[in-house]
C-alpha cells in the first residue's frame, strides 16, 4: 500500500523528490508528520525509501531550518483548499509557512539505524537537524520556559480536537472563521514570535513537546552534542512542572501568555508517557486511572482520541472533524510501547490485537470507531501501517509490487463518505428512535 502511494520525480529545476502521499486522492501532498511515520514503517521493508522520504521532507524546508507542515511537490493545492492552507499566498506556493508536530530527528535516527547499506545517512544531515531544532527553540520558545508553542490548532497534526475550542473558538480548524486565522498569519508573514506577542490564540502543546522532547533525544544522540539532550530535559520537567495536574492525574495543555490550562481529556494528556524520564507514580496513575479505565480510554478498539467521558467525545464519522473521538494508529504506536515499558503486556497484546483486527476487517483506514470499530474517513492511510512497528517481528526484503501508483478517484471517495454519512445519520436516528421508544414505555400506564 505505501509502494502504492509513492510519488517521485523532480522539479523544474532539477530537485528530486520521493515521499508517501497519505492517502491519495484525498492526501496527495507531502505532510511532516505524516511522512516521519511512513518512514518508520518503511524502514522495516525499503531503508533506502525511508531515507529518500526523510531527505525529501528536509529539501522541503528553508535555509534557516524551518520546515513546513505540508509540502507540494508533484501536485499544487487545488482551487477549493488553496485558501485554507498556511501559506504566504493563495497560488504558487511550494509548502505551507506553518510548522507540524517535529518528529524529523527521532524519525532520522530510527532510520540510521536501519541502514547499513547507507552508513553515512546517519550524519549526512546533522547541520540541518540542527538547524531546524534551532529555528524551533528560537521561534516557537519565545517565553523560554522549554514548551513550544504552536499558533494554529493543526501544527500538532491534531486539527480539530475538542481541546482546542475554547482557545480557536470561531477560528477553530473545522469553522470558516479558520480562513482568518490563517489570514490574520499572512498579514504578519508568519513571524510567530510577532504572532505570539500580539494575538492569545497560541498553545503549548503536550503531545507536540513530547516529541519535540524525544526529538531533541535523538538528536544529542545523533551529533554527540550534549547541549541537545539537556534541552529535552529542560522540555521535559517543564512538562512535568507546568501541564502535569496533580488532582486529575492528566497533563494539561497551556494557552496563551497566561499559560491557562485546557483541562479537556485527550491523548494528547497521555502521551508523556512516552517519556523516558517520566516518574513512575505518574505514569501509573496516567495507565491506571485512565489509560486502562473502562470509561475512559480503554474501548474495544484500539485508544480513543479522546477520553469516552468527555462531552465533546464522538466516536464516529463526521464531517471536517476527525480527533474528537475515533482511534488512529499513531497514538497506538506512542503509548503501547510505554504499556509494555510498565508491565502492562497483556494490555498492550489487547490493544494491538484489536488494531489487527480492525485492519484485517476495514485496511488501512484514517481512523476508526473506538466503539464498534468501524474503520473510516480515507482509505489507504499511510501511517495506520504503523501497526507493523508494533508487532516486534523483523521485516526486510518484502516484495514491493510493480504496479503503479494508486491514484484513486475523487467519486469514489465521495461516495465513500457519503456512506459513512448515511450510516451515522441513520445510527443516530435509530438511537433517537430507541430512546423516544424507552420514554414512550415509561409513560405508559401500569
Ligand atoms: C489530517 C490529520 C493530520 C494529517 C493530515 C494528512 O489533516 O488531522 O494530522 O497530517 O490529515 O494525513
Not at 283 to 298: G, P, Q, S, V
Not at 408 to 415: F, I, M, Y
Not at 426 to 433: E, F, P, Q, V
Given at each position: ?8 520525480g ?26 516521519c ?9 525499503q531503508?533506502?525509501?525511508a ?66 547499506d547507507?552508513p ?27 514548551l513550544?508553542?504552536?499558533?494554529h ?9 475538542p ?8 477560528m477553530?480548524?473545522?469553522?470558516p ?6 489570514e ?13 506577542a ?20 535523538s ?38 501568555a ?83 515499558r ?12 484489536s ?21 473510516l ?67 405508559r400506564?401500569?
Amino acid at each position: 500500500m505505501l509502494a502504492g502511494n509513492w510519488r517521485h520525480g523532480s522539479l523544474a529545476d532539477g530537485t528530486p523528490y520521493g515521499f508517501t502521499c497519505p492517502a491519495p486522492p484525498r492526501y496527495r501532498h507531502q505532510w511532516y508528520w505524516d511522512s516521519c511515520f511512513h518512514a518508520i514503517v518503511w524502514r522495516h521493508f525499503q531503508p533506502e525509501r525511508a531515507r529518500e522520504e526523510l531527505r525529501t521532507l528536509m529539501r522541503g524546508g528553508r535555509l534557516d531550518g524551518f520546515i513546513p507542515h505540508t509540502i507540494f511537490w508533484h501536485d499544487r493545492a487545488g482551487w477549493r483548499r488553496a485558501p485554507f492552507y498556511a501559506t504566504h499566498s493563495l497560488r504558487g506556493n511550494r509548502g505551507t509557512a506553518h510548522i507540524q508536530t517535529p518528529l524529523l530527528a527521532l524519525a532520522w535516527e530510527l532510520v540510521a539505524a536501519r541502514s547499513p547499506d547507507d552508513p553515512g545517512f546517519r550524519g549526512e544531515a546533522l547541520d540541518a537537524l540542527r538547524l531546524h531544532y534551532d529555528w524551533l527553540g528560537r521561534h516557537r520558545d519565545p517565553d523560554g520556559d522549554g514548551l513550544i508553542s504552536i499558533i494554529h490548532p493543526d501544527e500538532s497534526g491534531l486539527d480539530d480536537s475538542p481541546k482546542y475550542d475554547p482557545v480557536f473558538g470561531w477560528m477553530s480548524h473545522y469553522l470558516p472563521g479558520y480562513f482568518w486565522l490563517v489570514e490574520r498569519s499572512r498579514r504578519l508573514r508568519y513571524d510567530s514570535r510577532a504572532i505570539i506577542a500580539r494575538y492569545d490564540e497560541h498553545i503549548e502543546d503536550v503531545l507536540v513537546n513530547v516529541f519535540y522532547a524525544l526529538s531533541l533525544r535523538s538528536l544529542g544522540r545523533l551529533t554527540g552534542d550534549e547541549t541537545y539532550r539537556l534541552r529535552a530535559l529542560r522540555t521535559e520537567r517543564a512538562l512535568v512542572e507546568l501541564c502535569w495536574d496533580e488532582e486529575r492525574g492528566l497533563f494539561w495543555d497551556l494557552a496563551g501568555a497566561e499559560q491557562t490550562p485546557l483541562r479537556v481529556s485527550t491523548w494528547s494528556s497521555l502521551a508523556p508517557l512516552a517519556l523516558p524520564s517520566l516518574p513512575e507514580a505518574i505514569a501509573r496513575r496516567l495507565i491506571e486511572e485512565h489509560l486502562l479505565h473502562a470509561d475512559r480510554y480503554r474501548a474495544p478498539y484500539g485508544i480513543p482520541s479522546v477520553s469516552m467521558e468527555e462531552p465533546s467525545f464522538q466516536a464516529g464519522w463526521h464531517l471536517f472533524r476527525c480527533w474528537r473521538g475515533p482511534s488512529w494508529i499513531n497514538t497506538v504506536w506512542l503509548l503501547v510501547p510505554a504499556l509494555r515499558r510498565f508491565g502492562y503486556s497483556d494490555d498492550a497484546d489487547r490493544i494491538v490485537a484489536s488494531c489487527i483486527e480492525l485492519v484485517e476487517r476495514h485496511g488501512f483506514r484514517e481512523y476508526y470507531n473506538p466503539l464498534n470499530g468501524e474503520g473510516l474517513a480515507a482509505r489507504r492511510f499511510g501511517w495506520s501501517t504503523l501497526l507493523v512497528d508494533l508487532l516486534g517481528g523483523e521485516g526486510g526484503g518484502a516484495d514491493v509490487p510493480a504496479d503503479g501508483p494508486f491514484v484513486g478517484s475523487v467519486r469514489d471517495e465521495l461516495r465513500a463518505m457519503g456512506a459513512e454519512a448515511a450510516g451515522e445519520t441513520a445510527r443516530r436516528l435509530n438511537r433517537r428512535a430507541a430512546a423516544a421508544a424507552a420514554a414512550a414505555r415509561r409513560l405508559r400506564p401500569g
